[in-house]
């Protein structure tokens, strides 16, 4: 082959390859071009999937929202059913508690007034006694005794007494206190009159009476007299303990009895004693000379206070005993020496 066909062969050689690199640039263009688009197209349609998703995650959220607000009016609806349910049986439950609550709050309203009810029988049942007795011994004072305003011109009617009783055998009387302004019997026992009135009517003041061992005229060396400590009323024997006081002791040193044969013995007080009710101080009978006078000596130093009045073998005395405000087995002992007989 010669120059020029190699030549030309050479130009068509590199004419088909310049051809062939433009077509394969133009298939890559296009290529690129189509790839260029795809990803446009791709990129808009994901855009317009994302516009569209608020959308339909409202719609969406919207339908869970319904389905919710169903289910909750649903719930609602059954918890209503089942609190209705739940009220009424709280309600009833609440209303049988107020009845056993009322029942119970009757029953101890109906216990506490049957309680006091019964207390309170039971105090009238206490006191009437004590006011019955005190009207019994008032009305014996007003039929039985006449004095002056002042206490002066005592005079007791012993007719009147006896007649009422004839167990009577004095009348005890003190200035202060002045309660003490009583009728004084003897029975043949010293249980009789602890729970009997002087007109023998059962009754807790009792009577004042004089030891069953002693004689009625007040003979003996010492004549014992007792008498109830009514701590409610103050009546009989209660206002001697105004005696272990030595300024009131001071103050009114006597007492005096009064006997149906018309006398008058004044007693000057020696000896005011708390002691026990078994004491020697209940002594009422001597063999001697020599042990009475040991028992005035006993009873001056078992004394609260000293009086300084003189006692000795030829002293009567009388013993007034009642009971004490402490122990039962206490009791304070009064004792008065004869000083003057009118």
């Not at 009238?124 to 019955?132: A, C, G, I, N």
């Not at 009114?252 to 013995?265: A, C, E, M, Q």
């Amino acid at each position: 082959m010669d120059r020029e066909e190699w030549k030309s062969a050479d130009r068509k050689t590199a004419a088909r390859r310049a051809q062939q690199k433009k077509r394969r640039r133009t298939s890559s263009a296009e290529r690129d071009t189509r790839e260029t688009e795809k990803k446009r197209k791709s990129s808009s349609r994901s855009g317009e999937r994302r516009k569209s998703r608020p959308d339909d995650e409202m719609e969406m959220r919207s339908g869970n929202d319904r389905k919710a607000a169903g289910r909750s009016a649903g719930n609602r609806t059954g918890k209503g059913k089942s609190t209705g349910k739940g009220t009424g049986r709280s309600a009833e439950n609440k209303k049988k508690k107020r009845k056993a609550f009322d029942a119970v709050s009757t029953t101890i309203l109906i216990v506490a007034v049957c309680v006091f009810v019964f207390s309170l029988y039971q105090l009238v049942m206490m006191l009437v006694p004590y006011y019955t007795g005190s009207k019994e011994y008032d009305k014996i004072q007003d039929v039985a005794i006449t004095a002056d305003e002042d206490g002066s011109g005592f005079h007791v009617d012993f007719d009147t007494l006896l007649e009422m009783n004839p167990d009577t055998v004095a009348w005890i009387r003190f200035d202060e206190p002045s309660s003490i302004s009583y009728p004084v019997v003897k029975s043949a026992d010293n249980n009789e009159y602890l729970t009997k009135s002087f007109s023998e009517n059962d009754n807790k003041l009792g009577t004042i009476f004089v030891d069953m061992n002693c004689s009625s005229d007040f003979s003996d060396r010492n004549t014992l007299i007792y008498g109830h400590n009514l701590r409610l009323t103050g009546r009989m024997f209660s206002q001697l303990l105004e005696y272990e006081d030595e300024s009131f002791y001071k103050e009114h040193p006597y007492f005096y009895i009064y006997t149906p044969d018309g006398k008058v013995r004044t007693y000057t007080i020696f000896a005011a004693s708390v002691v026990q009710d078994t004491s020697d101080n209940y002594t009422i009978s001597y063999d001697t000379d020599a042990d009475y006078e040991s028992y005035l000596e006993l009873c001056r130093n078992s004394s609260l206070y000293d009086t300084g009045v003189e006692v000795n073998a030829q002293s009567q005395i009388v013993s007034l005993s009642t009971c004490t405000n402490g122990a039962d087995t206490e009791r304070f002992l009064l004792q008065g020496v004869l000083t003057a007989v009118d």
